[in-house]
């Protein structure tokens, strides 16, 4: 007699997935909010980051490129990059907003003119990045002696990475585009552990230094010629607000730093009415839930002190 | 006479390599543990992502498809996955297995059967996880004001990836798969910077926001409504325990942390002993080592007084 | 009468597209330091990484092979990775000295011979760094509980990743390569959120536990057998010195931590001239700046005091 085990073993087998694969499709039937089968009308995540592979190249075009660059040829290695671009973007920003106003979350687009009209205007606002990129870059340089060239900072430096995300995202944010932004700003932020909301307002030559673990909200405001150590948290203070109130209101949670502001790693500065003065200097690990006026410098304990703590 | 200097330089540029070459194969005879060769025998990480990447979508199929879904082809949806799914994990589980045994570190198994029921049993449990990531994704939407949709969350939130993997990687870890469930764990840390232990017992509706830095280790215990913000830590204490047999005994080493507690950014709670009471708030940057009882609102300091730290 | 509007549209859209080209190429005329179209002469980042994806198996060959290795096969499977990696290690660092002396930034090569130099010294350093390697291996099998093989460690702990990267880096950095090493680097910070930097000097046996939010500062000093845990900080303090003197001059900007220290999550150590002695340990979150004597024990505050911040 044949030993047919391996047959009904197989065909066990067969039958324990095929019932797998029937309770899986089942809990589809239910009414999860993750049930979403309406994947046409869903923009796709990774069109969205393959749009911003090409965006990113505009702006540091000889870093890209495989190939020398002059007068002659640059038109037309920035066209390789602005078509691409500007197709995947086009039918992602397509696809949120009809998806957005299929749910009654924003008024209903007419036409695709919405679409063609928040795509082109990123890459008419792409030559004002482009200045403001290249502060951010000469700004990471001159503050960080570990750097050895701008070059450098521009291949390597993770902050580069994240600010540039971040102030395409903002165009996008800012002209009303749903969805897009924050794929954008998360993409940056699982490759860099920066996390900058899209809706933050950032001012020029910003300076992130190592980056790991810094959080900036959505409403915070931050001046020109900050600067920011890892693990740095610009976040909301719980309140005690319907949270629903919140997302239609928006009022500012998120804290407004001004103009030379410097915060070193670990501090966490909190609420929409936490103000830090011009000038001002937070130091690591510091918590602050209150404003401090210009040229404060505030630190967890007077430096130098640790050794009281000693103990053998 | 001809100059072969290129010559000489590209032969001695080959002889150079030739010796690097042999000395490589050489460090291969000395007895490191990591010289293992037995590939064979051994999991391929790229094999147990793969299989994950297969996995994900049949939690959030609508978000992952690029062509409308409903009834009729969503079952046909759901085998595309599971079936590269199942074959990539039961190799794996196979392998993981067949080498843990060769090492002494679990009991032989007789065949494949082992792997093909953890396999099915992770497909099985997918509707019962599908229950909790919807709820998870709800809890995200519902405790951060700057989500604008369910949709958002499940397409950008780092958090949803984390949890994702875990309560992945847990099914398998609670079935005794050795190796695979940290391979998981460790690419969604990668990813997200959130490193959840696969065997971490977590309730539900967890809510991680932003996440960087958030460390949870392999004995912690986490309730029903749970909010975790960036850079906490749920660990252990150092111990004077010798480590081997922390490691065949596995006491409990990291903290218990109850229904409804609020753990704001960096705080650290240490020890298996440590039990945070239900509806606890943890303060940001709190260094905690013992337990604290119900309702609990634990600072580091009370808020609103770090501008006694001024100094101008 | 024919309603052209989609034609008008079109063309309007292409006209729209064009104009952004031509303000995107104009940018390039201004004098932004980011402008640099030289991409010839410039090292190309994913060439760098894809070297090191040659590079990682020469190391832990047995866990990236997907066929059995034995003696005889060995050489072979050797060969496989090192040839590619040479090329594109010398190709990419003959770039970055070429690029890096015409801007005067080093001294002007006379061949290739650097290039194929540099690469070559790597190689041969290999072994030694194999042996480095499989101590750091078994470091971190030792000290971690939650590790349940050597195995699981190299597979899936991001610590092997950090430290392999920056033992390669370090290796170039030491011979004078350019830009790669920190391409290297930043590499490995992407996909760990730990940040070494390839000038920092490490012993054996580095223990780094989760990682995230790690910093180690490009003048940093580790001794052998030391523990780090995640989101500590070995970096510089802030000094009234011109940038572009600390540049040319290199002083030591970052802390020296001796033999046999244990530095808990995030601690902060600060500055050149802080030294910790032999056998001490460093306490969560402690803020240090100067030196502490072998043997000391520091803590932000004693432990188990927390609950005297108790506030419900």
Known sequence: MIDDHPMVESSQESRDIEEAINAIAQSYESDFAINNLESAALPNKRAVIHAFENIAPLVYLGFYSTRPLNRSNLRYAISECVYPAYELL??????????????GRMAAPADAAFAHQAATQLFSSLP???????EDALAAFHN????????EVVF??????????YRVAHVLYT???????????????SRTG???NPGATIGRRLFIDH?????????AVIGDDVK???????GALSTRRALEEERTARPKRHPTIKDRVTIYSGATILGGDTIVGEDSTIGGNVWLVRSVPPGSKIFGRPRGTETDDHAR
């Open 144 to 151: 960080d002696p570990a750097a050895h060239s701008v070059e």
């Open 211 to 219: 980056g790991t673990g810094i959080v900036v909200g959505e409403t």
């Open 90 to 103: 086009c039918e992602q920003i397509h696809r949120a907003v009809t998806y957005e106003s299929s749910q």
């Open 156 to 165: 390597s430096y993770p902050t580069l990475v994240a600010i540039t995300a």
């Open 175 to 189: 002209n009303g585009v749903p969805m897009i932004p924050r794929i954008l700003s998360e993409y940056a932020h």
């Open 128 to 134: 004002r990045l482009r200045e403001m990129l290249n």
């Open 194 to 196: 920066i996390d900058i």
């Open 228 to 234: 920011l150590y890892q693990g740095v948290t610009l």
